[in-house]
């Protein structure tokens, strides 16, 4: 599963249908009442997996006991 920002997707779409004919824009606005029917996921939190994190392959800062890394930090690309 990817989490996305759809507020974001929306906006992005919007921008991109604009000037469209009438079918297109109707499609736009079915698709965002569809979307804004499916729950969000208030919990959610961006992960950094130990390959893209600025710490792999030196002293782990921040792994637990439960399996996450609480310190973890995207390495720069």
């Given at each position: 599963?990817?989490?996305?920002?759809?507020?974001?997707?929306?906006?992005?779409?919007?921008?991109?249908?604009?000037?469209?004919?009438?079918?297109?824009?109707?499609?736009?606005?079915?698709?965002?009442?569809?979307?804004?029917?499916?729950?969000?996921?208030?919990?959610?939190?961006?992960?950094?997996?130990?390959?893209?994190?600025?710490?792999?392959?030196?002293?782990?800062v921040g792994?637990?006991?439960d399996g996450?890394?609480?310190?973890?930090?995207?390495?720069?690309?």
């Amino acid at each position: 599963m990817k989490l996305i920002d759809a507020d974001a997707f929306l906006t992005w779409l919007g921008e991109q249908t604009s000037g469209e004919d009438e079918t297109v824009r109707q499609w736009f606005g079915s698709f965002e009442r569809v979307l804004k029917r499916f729950p969000a996921y208030g919990d959610a939190a961006a992960v950094v997996r130990c390959k893209d994190c600025k710490y792999f392959g030196q002293e782990c800062v921040g792994f637990g006991a439960d399996g996450y890394c609480s310190e973890a930090e995207r390495r720069k690309s």
